[in-house]
């Protein structure tokens, strides 16, 4: 909400407009001619003078008449109020502080002066200061809207959403017909994750401004959450049908309906992003992801490329990157990916998983050991990274330290029938038929699909009766 002049609003009607209109054009005249403005020594027509100027985005001019307004009444809380209100239009928060506490000192009990002070230290940052105010407001007119309304927006600034709704509340009860503090009210349900309220909220909102982009946008959000995902696009298309180069509607679409799995309708929303905001990394990731889905490598790695291109120390898109080539088979450049990756965040479990993945399918085996070493000390019980740790040293032909190896992943997770049957595998090079026959055994009961796993790599096993008797299979 733009707290600008908001108490100087003094809306005329159809009939007064050419006095409105002299009036103004006799206040710019008088600010651009100093020698003329010594001579008004009447403070009612200097009041309406600077108020009229703010109402026209006039503040410069403002100022020069508000300050000949305190040289004529210097002991006037209203020739401070107005120059304090024209220093604040023109972002000269602290000076404007000092006005309108000369201002507060001479007239304690004006509410209008508390809440212009409220504001002005809201836009200043001073947010303690600010609610303060709007506290004294709220005290001397427990029954102004607008006092509650503004001391909520202090509030939800300060994230202290439960009190912001509590005076929303209040707000409403006294002014039922305030839009703003529907939508505020809405916003604020939401962080303390009320969504179905703050979908009512929202609701109310549009009752009184169906064209909120922000609005619809935010509706969409909430029904997000509340994973009705159908109505959350019609949302989105709603904020977008009003505002077309809303490039956040656009973006937050696409993920919705990447999450539908409506990939190709998802690319395009994201591309629509990319029309309003060229260099958008998040986009061109969500694109990249999107085609990595549809198992299109290439416009997957196009898009990639485009995300590190734009920023080259976007480590996480170097990771996508590596995961991308190394899908597509391209070994090399994934390795060299992932070296960026890893520049740029050395100890980060994911990329070292994927360098040693890499590395085992370079052939490169021994470094790959090593890196799942590494990784091991940072995750010691990563029950995926001790599987591919002990996959590769029984592809390096250490069958005893996979069986070790393997033995800690069904520690991890006793229920992983693959790691019971490379456990077989690895006891069986090692010529424990027995061994061999346990973990085969525990592997099918956890997966019947073993059984012709089984076939495949154990034939001159499988071809004895009283082996499949005691694993279980009949033929």
């Known amino acids: 909400m733009n707290h600008d002049n908001e108490f100087f609003d003094e809306s005329a009607n159809p009939s007064s407009r050419p006095r409105h209109n002299h009036t103004l054009k006799t206040a710019k005249s008088l600010a651009d001619n100093p020698s003329e403005l010594c001579a008004v020594s009447d403070t009612d ?36 109020f107005r120059f304090g209100a024209s220093l604040s239009a023109l972002a000269r928060f602290k000076d404007s502080i000092d006005s309108l ?10 509410f209008e002066i508390l809440m212009h002070l409220g504001i002005t230290h809201d836009n200043a940052g001073n947010l303690d200061e600010s609610l303060a105010y ?14 509650h309304f503004c001391r909520a927006l202090a509030l939800e600034k300060m994230e202290r959403y439960q009190e912001a709704e509590q005076e929303l509340e209040a707000c409403l009860k006294i002014n039922p017909l305030h839009p703003e503090a529907w939508y505020e009210l809405g916003y604020c349900k939401d962080m ?36 009705r995902l159908k109505e959350a696009v019609h949302s989105y298309d709603m904020a977008l049908a009003i505002r077309e180069n809303f490039s956040s509607a656009w973006y937050n679409r696409g993920n919705v309906l990447a999450s539908m799995n409506q990939l190709e309708e998802a690319i395009q929303s994201y591309r629509q992003t990319l029309t309003y905001e060229p260099n958008d990394v998040s986009s061109y990731f969500n694109i990249a992801m999107a085609f990595e889905e549809l198992e299109n490598f290439p416009e997957a790695i196009t898009h990639y490329l485009k995300c590190v291109e734009i920023d080259p120390e976007y480590a996480d898109g170097w990771y996508a990157l590596a995961c991308c080539y190394d899908a597509a088979e391209s070994f090399e450049s994934a390795y060299a990916a992932i070296t960026h990756a890893l520049d740029l965040s050395p100890a980060c479990p994911d990329f070292l998983h994927i ?15 090593l890196t799942y070493e590494e990784l091991l000390q940072l995750e010691p019980d990563n029950v995926y990274v001790w599987f591919d740790y002990a996959a590769s040293l029984l592809d390096s ?21 693959d790691a019971h049957f490379e456990l077989a595998c690895a006891y069986k090079i090692l010529g424990n038929t027995q061994e061999t026959l346990i973990a085969l055994r525990n592997a099918i009961m956890l997966d019947s699909e073993k059984r012709s796993l089984f076939q495949k790599v154990f034939p001159e096993l499988y071809k004895h009766d009283s082996v499949r008797s005691y694993l279980g299979i009949t033929t």
């Open 45 to 80: 027509a200097l009041d309406e003078y600077v108020i009229i100027l703010l109402e026209n985005s006039e503040p410069e001019r403002a100022l020069v008449i508000a300050e000949h307004f305190i040289q004529i009444a210097p002991f006037s809380s209203d020739s401070w």
């Open 101 to 110: 506490e000369k201002a507060l000192k001479l007239n304690p009990n004006d």
């Open 134 to 147: 709007f506290e004294e407001a709220v005290k001397f007119a427990p029954y102004d809207d607008e006092a």
């Open 192 to 227: 303390m994750s009320k969504f179905d309220e703050s979908l009512n909220c929202y609701d109310k909102h549009l009752d009184f401004e169906p064209y909120s982009t922000n609005t619809w946008y935010n509706r969409g959000i909430i029904l997000t959450k509340l994973n």
């Open 355 to 369: 360098k040693a993945d890499v590395e085992f399918n370079l052939g490169r085996t021994e470094d790959a050991l």
């Open 397 to 417: 032909g250490d069958a005893a330290a996979a069986v070790t190896a393997f033995e800690q992943v069904i520690r991890l997770e006793p229920n992983l029938s």
